[in-house]
């Protein structure tokens, strides 16, 4: 299984070096940006808006008055809604998509089990997440270093590990539908859809508390401000059951499969 995962990781390497230094780029143009506001004036603004809608978009009153609540606000709230996409597009290339393109059909074919293809792409996964977020960490850093803000190494580090979480849950998601579904559009665009779908019921959520019971539906809640907060325990943790449950079920989902030639 090892030089299986090593195969699926060499095919997205490219991709994975490009969305590591487009994140980067982007946390990197938002460290700078911060230089140029002026915190007392920015949270004295922000102050007659809606606490209700500010925290809907991921701000408080107080998110520009330090830099780990700027970047809370203007970019971490938002992330996993593009970082999701990479797993989710690994998932949906990597079976449904190597299906259409004749590829998946050689794979079976080699005298390994089932079992290991969707298991070796999960790892794949991980592994390709896990370096788009070392990218992010040291493209952040060198921003600090450049401009001189307060934002702790720990801290940036603290929020690429909450990234994980969230990420890998709709990757697996898409990774048990790409076992089932035959074309890669639709698995994307399913899971995709869920993506998207629980980042508004959370913003909706937040600004509408006749509606907070139904914050427990979406990843999101979950997933908190891990920069501003710190990691929760119990929402990563039910990130990574949901994560393990959708790429276990992609296992007997995969061997059940036909494989059109």
Known sequence: MPELVRHLHRRRLRSTIIWGLSIALTS?????????????AMESLTK???PKLLEAFGSTPESFSS????????LLSY????????????????IAGAEADGSLDVLVTQPIPRWQIPASLFIASVIGLV????????????????????????????????????????GALALMLSARVRKPGEVTG?????????????????????????KILTAFHWYGSPIERGLDGTGTAVLLVAAALFAAASIPLFNRRDILA
């Open 79 to 94: 992330m996993p809604l593009i970082l999701g996409f990479f797993p989710i597009l690994m998932a949906s290339r990597g």
């Open 67 to 74: 830099a780990d609540g700027f970047m809370a606000g203007k």
């Open 190 to 214: 399913i899971a995709g859809g869920v993506l998207v779908a629980s980042y508004l019921l959370n913003t909706i959520v937040l600004i509408l508390p006749d509606l907070d019971d139904l």
């Open 131 to 170: 370096e788009i977020l070392v990218i992010y960490v040291v493209g952040t850093e060198l921003a600090v270093v450049l401009t001189g803000i307060d934002l702790s190494l720990g801290k940036v580090v603290t929020s690429a590990i909450g990234l994980i979480p969230i990420s890998l849950a709709f």
């Open 48 to 50: 007659t808006v809606d």
């Open 28 to 40: 990197a143009l938002m460290a700078a940006a911060f230089t140029a506001i002026d915190p007392a």
